[in-house]
C-alpha cells in the first residue's frame, strides 16, 4: 500500500539525494529545484512546521507553504496568506515572522 504524505522542499531534497543515481527525467528535474531553492535541511524543516502549527495554529498546507517559501517579513507573510484568502492579525504575522527567522 503506498502513503501519501505532504513534506517541504527541504525533506524532498533529502529524498532524492539518496537516490541520484537511477532518476527518471522529471526526478532530476525535481532535485535540481529543490537543491536551488532549498535553504534548510529537513530537520529544520520539521521543526518549524511543527512551530508554526503548534504556536500559531496553521494548518499543515499553510505552514508547509510557508516553509518551503521562508518570507523575510511580516508584509511578505501576509501577502501569501492573503492569496490562500485567509485574514491573519498582526500579532500573528509577527510570532510567524519570528518562528521562520529563528533558524539561521
Known amino acids: 500500500m503506498i ?3 505532504k513534506i517541504t522542499i527541504h525533506e524532498a531534497k533529502d529524498i532524492l539525494t539518496q537516490s541520484t543515481s537511477d532518476m527518471d527525467e522529471l526526478q532530476r528535474r525535481t532535485f535540481e529545484y529543490v537543491n536551488v531553492f532549498s535553504k534548510l535541511n529537513s530537520e529544520q524543516a520539521k521543526k518549524l512546521v511543527e512551530s ?6 496553521l ?5 508547509i507553504q510557508l516553509v518551503n517559501i ?3 517579513t511580516p508584509e511578505e507573510i501576509r501577502t501569501y496568506l492573503l492569496g490562500w484568502k485567509k485574514i491573519v492579525p498582526t500579532e500573528t ?3 510567524i515572522n519570528e518562528i521562520l527567522n529563528s533558524v539561521k
Open 52 to 57: 508554526l502549527e503548534k504556536e500559531v495554529g
Open 59 to 63: 494548518e499543515e498546507d499553510y505552514a
Open 93 to 95: 504575522l509577527m510570532k
Open 70 to 72: 521562508m518570507p523575510k
Open 3 to 5: 502513503k501519501s504524505k
